[in-house]
């Protein structure tokens, strides 16, 4: 079947100027459409206004403009080139049916819904591999929250900051001790309580102090502490970073 005028098989429409250019008519594109819509058509479902680029002769050169266009769905382009009466619209009804009569045939519904499956399979393999490049940047976070949610090992606060900073924020011990005293998880007064978690930090359980007895040369005897973060505090700490609260500048 030789083409008459070019129809888009997905979506099945015509060009409106394309049409209005095969059946012939003299009348001006913008007023010979207005007058098509006359006969009852809808915007949206019958046709739809777009913009097409074309290049015309201009002074000797070339000029690219921006026309008015609109996608006719079939039916409507059957109707207009029924109301035209010429030959021409005649013979580009005849074809427009012809080419319904083929495009229902057996084959070409398969070869469409096999076209179709075609689209929707990658649409899935895109959407697959984002979930899969978003599970493997999650994965490792994941873990070390389902490993320190189950255990009850305590770790230095300077094994912390090694922790931290291996989740990507540029952060050592000391400046993690200033930032846990600024915020208020360890008290900053001096004194012997110096560094030692604050009532917040303790009401959270994200601490814990260890004490150790030394038997001193002279027979005195003195106690040390050690401050020591929970299986819930390094979760809750390096959720905190990893939430962008940056820690203060300062010294390692």
């Not at 060009?15 to 003299?26: C, N, Q």
């Not at 059957?78 to 049916?97: F, G, S, W």
């Not at 540029?170 to 200033?178: A, P, T």
């Amino acid at each position: 079947m030789n083409e008459m005028i070019a129809v888009n098989m997905d979506t099945q429409t015509v060009s409106a100027r394309e049409l209005h250019k095969i059946v012939g008519s003299t009348e001006r594109f913008a007023n010979w459409f207005e007058r098509q819509l006359q006969y009852g058509f809808t915007d949206g479902e019958d046709y739809t206004s777009v913009k097409v680029l074309t290049e015309v002769q201009n002074n000797g050169g070339v000029q690219v403009r921006e026309l008015q266009d609109y996608f006719l769905s079939v039916d409507m382009a059957k109707h207009i080139c029924m109301v035209q009466r010429t030959e021409k619209a005649k013979e580009v009804r005849q074809y427009l049916i012809d080419l319904e009569k083929a495009w229902n045939t057996p084959e070409q519904v398969m070869a469409r819904a096999l076209r179709l499956a075609d689209q929707t399979i990658s649409r899935l393999k895109e959407h697959n591999t984002a979930l899969i490049k978003e599970n493997r940047e999650m994965r490792p976070a994941k873990i070390f929250a389902d490993s320190v949610s189950v255990s009850n090992t305590t770790i230095l606060i300077g094994e912390l900051a090694k922790i931290i900073k291996q989740n990507g924020v540029d952060i050592g011990q000391n400046r993690l001790f200033e930032w846990m005293r600024k915020n208020e998880y360890l008290i900053s007064r001096n004194g012997t309580d110096y560094n030692m978690p604050t009532q917040k930090s303790m009401n959270l359980k994200l601490f814990e102090i260890k004490e150790r007895t030394i038997n001193n040369p002279d027979g005195s005897i003195r106690i040390t502490k050690t401050v020591l973060v929970t299986g819930k505090g390094q979760l809750y700490f390096v959720n905190k970073f990893l939430g962008k609260e940056q820690a203060s500048d300062g010294g390692e």
